[in-house]
């Protein structure tokens, strides 16, 4: 009953390419969050959004991008993906104030 | 900003004994505090979570304290088991509604049978 969908498990892209990360929820969350997992450095929060068409920087935004036009879709966006953008991507979604529900995240590897 | 600090970053611990997982935030106003265990090459899952307004909640193996005067909760773990071996990562929100959870760095537990 996998409730957070990311359409990659793994990707392999050249630098310099624009990367389309995405993210699908059924659970109905108004909240979706898409976070960048590093070895050492936890959970770092790229964007968010609480309602279609609503985006908020997070903790590291710099070279990424969003889009939510349905509330079901979160996309992250490397607009030129660089090698320091490698690593493993959670999207999230969650209601309120409350715990959030991970997807299996997709590790890019930029070359 | 809120800022999650965790400690340790790596236990061992022999089959059987307890684990603690301790963790400090900066922001008062903070009023939700999760913990997430992530096995490996699996998603983070949320195994316990504490509001504010409770002083610890335990659930079978696991229980979470938290002190707000101190602003700091940490994670319990008993008669721990191979399968407790993952990386346990606390978090913390300002409350209510749409502020996103910060999260400290992980804590790796490997639990030696």
């Known amino acids: 009953d996998v409730k957070v969908t990311q359409s990659s498990r793994y990707l392999v892209k050249r630098t310099g390419e624009k990367v389309f990360l995405e993210c699908v929820q059924d659970m109905d969350h108004e909240n979706m969050f898409w976070y960048r997992q590093d070895p050492g450095l936890g959970l770092r929060l790229i964007y968010f959004?609480?309602?279609?068409?609503?985006?908020e920087k997070g903790d590291i935004p710099e070279g990424y991008s969003v889009s939510r036009e349905k509330k079901e879709r979160f996309s992250l966006i490397l607009e030129s993906a660089s090698t320091n953008q490698t690593s493993m991507y959670l999207c999230?979604?969650?209601?309120?104030?409350?715990?959030?529900?991970f997807g299996s995240g997709t590790r890019l590897t930029v070359v | 900003g809120e800022n999650v600090e965790q400690h340790p970053s790596t236990l061992s611990v022999q089959e059987g004994d307890s684990a603690v997982i301790k963790c400090t935030y900066s922001?008062?106003?903070?009023?939700?505090f999760p913990w997430y265990k992530q096995e490996l090459g699996k998603r983070p899952q949320l195994i316990i979570d504490i509001r504010s307004n409770v002083g610890e909640k335990k659930d079978q193996r696991i229980a979470v304290t938290l002190n707000k005067t101190a602003k700091h909760f940490s994670l319990h773990i008993t008669e721990t088991q191979p399968e407790d071996s993952a990386v346990y990562f606390c978090a913390a929100s300002i409350g209510p509604g749409n502020t996103p959870l910060v999260f400290g760095k992980g804590t790796r537990l490997s639990v030696i049978a």
């Open positions: 999230a979604s969650g209601r309120g104030a409350g715990g959030y529900t």
């Open positions: 922001d008062s106003a903070s009023n939700y």
């Open positions: 959004s609480y309602d279609v068409k609503m985006k």
